[in-house]
């Protein structure tokens, strides 16, 4: 019998969030698969040795591994799926990765064993996750999902205030694609994954003097706040949400 791939999510950074099905998947799974942003990483790796064996430098790096493992210290010992996801724009490129990362994983779950993915935030918002998932429920292969509590929703906690009110819209945006556009929406802007483009997403704000806040590295230790536009670093960091109201809140 085949195992089953369950894409988890972990929240977006406090180990204290993970939710208690995550937890309890996590700790019964045979295989923790890992997604790695390092280039360097050309093919899948399968590793059943201790955490600090030759691929164990890849933990150190994977976000989503260092947040389960405050809340799941058994997952050290499970064994690891490295899968290569390098953060490019090349389609071409990118479709091979995915398609040589799931056949590592076809691999795997032929044995019978089950396999949790585990990924940033919740599997279903911008998840490389879903780039496994979606083809090995193609071909056939028991697939399941479990949600994590999505970043935005943890950046306004940690604001403390609304995303949105009665008839007030939200919308979730890529930060890296046609932002000027994006602020005529009316209601809530929530607009991730900024990454290098964080200068020109800032100034942008700037210009139109729009109402923002922005969290980076949300309940994580380096957490960082921001209340206005002016005040975001050129610099931010990947992890980094900004949230646009449509007025400045009385």
Avoid: W
């Avoid at 894409?7 to 790695?36: M, Q, S, W, Y």
């Amino acid at each position: 019998m085949r195992g089953t791939f369950t894409g988890i999510g972990v929240g977006p950074g406090d180990p204290e969030l993970l939710t208690f099905k995550a937890a309890r998947l996590i700790r019964n799974c045979h295989v923790a698969a890992l997604p790695v942003a390092d280039p360097n990483l050309a093919e899948a790796v399968f590793d059943e040795t201790p955490e600090d064996g030759a691929y164990g430098k890849y933990l150190d790096t994977c976000t989503a591994y260092q947040i389960a493992i405050k809340a799941v210290p058994e997952i050290q010992k499970k064994a690891k799926l490295f899968l290569p996801m390098p953060m490019i724009k090349d389609k071409e490129q990118l479709k091979k990765l995915h398609d040589a990362d799931v056949l590592a994983a076809e691999r795997v779950l032929d044995d019978g064993k089950d396999m949790a993915f585990l990924t940033l935030g919740d599997p279903t918002v911008y998840s490389t996750c879903m780039y496994v998932h979606k083809r090995l429920a193609r071909d056939g292969y028991p697939t399941a999902l479990v949600p994590g509590i999505p970043s935005f929703c943890a950046a306004a906690a940690r604001l403390d205030m609304p995303l949105a009110e009665n008839r007030e819209e939200i919308h979730i945006l890529p930060a890296s694609y046609g932002i000027r556009e994006s602020l005529r929406l009316s209601g809530t802007k929530i607009f991730m994954k900024a990454g290098k483009k964080m200068p020109e997403v800032k100034k942008i704000l700037m210009e139109n003097r729009a109402d923002v806040r922005m969290v980076q590295n949300c309940g994580m230790e380096n957490e960082q706040v921001f209340l206005r536009a002016e005040e975001i670093p050129d610099g931010a960091g990947y992890y980094s949400l900004l949230i646009v109201k449509d007025e400045k809140e009385g």
